[in-house]
């Protein structure tokens, strides 16, 4: 049995996976309550779908990009959660997840996943028409990533201008991150945190002479 969650985006999503379908699934907007929500939403799912904890046999999360706050709060709960029941935990680039759901909701073409990084910023990577990963991620301003190219995710609607063919999903969903792990479709990856944002603190470069 599956645990499947992702709080690297505003959404707090999780999912139970039994091997070949989705036993339950929920996702909640909202970017200032992970902890609480994801606790909540762990338990829900569980109760819906009549298991405990100790029927877990795995834990896929997902790694972002993201910012830090919302992004900890995944990863330490799935560590934690896996550590507690000597269970494995499978990292999974959220990027990766909108891109499976682009896929199958019949994209077609090549296309660029977009998540809001903050600072006027965002989250993106490269795709091609299968939904594999072809360059990023990485975090860039809007105007220099701009594309004609489809674009899937809260980037696309919070930058219109550079990415003008906006497409859904607008958020990740652990259903979709459960199943597209249980078909191979995403990489799994060790559940360590993609940040990618560049430090707001620059070493000091040499000292000028005094003349």
């Known amino acids: 049995m599956l645990l499947a969650l992702d709080t690297a985006t505003p959404a707090i999503t999780v999912a139970l996976h039994d091997g070949e379908r989705v036993l339950a699934a929920s996702t909640v907007v909202d970017a200032r309550r992970h902890g609480e929500l994801l606790a909540t939403g762990i338990a829900e799912a569980l109760d819906e779908a009549g298991i405990v904890r100790q029927d877990l046999t795995a834990i896929a999360v997902g790694v972002g990009p ?53 600072r006027k910023e965002v989250y993106w990577a490269e795709y091609d028409e299968q939904g594999g990963r072809v360059k990023g991620p990485q975090v860039s301003k809007p105007a220099d ?67």
């Open 66 to 118: 993201g910012p830090f706050t919302g992004l900890r709060v995944g990863l330490v709960t799935a560590r934690t959660l896996g550590a507690v029941l000597e269970i494995p935990v499978y990292g999974v680039c959220t990027l990766d997840v909108l891109a499976a759901e682009a896929v199958d909701g019949g994209i077609g073409e090549p296309f660029l996943v977009a998540t809001d990084a903050r």
């Open 145 to 211: 990533v701009a594309t004609d190219l489809p674009v899937v995710g809260k980037g696309a609607l919070l930058y219109p201008d550079a990415f003008p063919r906006g497409l859904p999903p607008e958020h990740p969903s652990a259903a979709v991150l459960a199943q597209a792990l249980a078909d191979e479709r995403v990489e799994p990856l060790d559940p360590e945190p993609l940040y990618l944002r560049r430090p707001d603190a620059v070493e000091p470069g040499p000292r000028k002479p005094v003349s």
